[in-house]
């Protein structure tokens, strides 16, 4: 047999071309099959995050099953094979595995190895892994020829080069991706810079409006009283609508407004009043309080986000269904947090907000609090947004649970005063 240059090269070609460790290996097994008389190839590379072993990367041949049953770990140490390969940097030749010393004679009743060629794979000066190859059962004992070691070594040299170039190119995506993560976390703050520059003009408008609608419901008090009620009403949602217009100012900063003691059940109170009115009939709202639980906040913003998850919670249910609001006290101690790396340890007031809508596909759940981003059809993509931002400046925690079919809740924590 010659070295078949033309083979090799065409090889090599392929090896160049390859971007995953799988098309590596369909190559290089290839190669073997075409280069040599044998069919049972097998790679291996001293692994890194177990050293002292040799981690077996892929096996093409009739023992295959029998060896991922053993696992793809082998311990270099008392392994007088793998030993003479790492040491001499040399093709290693076992005739017969069975009576060879320096064969493990435990894997090889296992897996029935007859001949086994072992060529050590370099990067520079270092051997980094093997290139196997041999007979197993009936095919009886196969010793190679020169030109079939010959070209097993320029292979397996090969394969080391474009082995450490397919790794590269793994970091050079793992970083790309964590790039990406770092860019959309930038464009995130961003938007909310931007909400905030934008808010003070919203604002300025607004209150204009507001000003003229506040001062047509004071006239309209000193007429005849048939809808003192309704009147009524609608200058406490202005009112309330003049608060919300002060917040808006705040969303672009990393501070809140004035802290206060607070009850949240007179939280849920106060926003439920405000919004039932927007709720279908057919929908069912709650409000269960199981404690009377106390947190240092600012009263407006808690009513704002709280006023933004009921909204959801109506748009998610449409006609009918029913959305619950529960007031509790929780604690979270560090084994908790241990199995929810979302949590911190400490004692909290929860507000929890349950709908029976159609819940939140799997996909949309990571990117739901993102501002600008949503999936209604006429949604901002600010309700969440606000809702994660005041969170945030109270020191809490905000979590969602979703399954589809199964509604969704959202659960606001606040350090307990």
Known sequence: MSLDLAAVLRHAAALQTATSHGELVAIITAAVRELTRYQQVWTGMVDAEHPGHLRVLAFHGDAEALLWESGPLFPIAGDAM????????????????????????????????????????LLGADVVGTLGLGTFGDEGPRPPTDEELARMVVIAS???????????????????????????????????????????????????????IG???????????????????AAEAVGAAGRVVKQLLALGRRESGQRERIDLNEVVAS????????????????????????????????????????????????????????????????????????????????????????????????????????????????????????????????HCESAPGQGAVFDIFLPAA
């Open 271 to 398: 926003t439920l009043s405000l919004v039932r009115r927007s709720v279908p009939r057919a929908v069912t709202v709650t409000h269960t309080r199981n404690g009377e639980p106390l947190v240092y906040g600012d009263r407006v913003q808690l009513e704002q986000a709280l006023a933004n998850l009921v909204i959801n919670a109506r748009d998610a249910v449409q006609h009918h269904g029913a959305i619950t609001v529960t007031v509790d006290s929780h604690r979270f101690d560090d084994h908790v947090v241990e199995q929810l790396p979302w949590a911190r340890p400490g004692e909290f007031a929860r507000v929890r907000v349950q709908d029976t809508g159609p819940g939140i596909p799997p996909a949309l759940r990571a990117r739901i609090f993102d501002p600008l981003f949503t999936s209604k059809p006429t949604g901002t993509g600010l309700g969440l947004a606000v809702v994660s931002r005041v969170v945030a400046q109270h020191q809490g925690l905000l």
């Open 158 to 212: 090969l394969y080391g080069a474009a082995f450490d170039r397919v790794r590269m190119l793994g970091v050079e995506k793992q970083r790309e991706a964590e790039r990406q993560a770092l860019q959309l976390q930038l464009e995130s703050l961003q938007r909310v810079e931007l909400l905030g520059v934008l808010s003070a003009g919203l604002a300025h408008d607004l209150n204009n409006y507001l000003t003229i």
């Open 82 to 121: 793998i030993a003479e390969i790492l040491e001499r940097r040399a093709p290693v030749v076992v005739i017969e595995a069975a009576t060879d010393p320096r064969t493990n004679k435990a894997t090889v009743a296992m897996l029935g190895n007859r001949t086994i060629i072992n060529v050590p794979v």
């Open 215 to 233: 001062g047509s419901l004071e006239f309209l008090e000193a007429l005849p009283p048939p809808n003192a009620e309704v009147i009524q009403e």
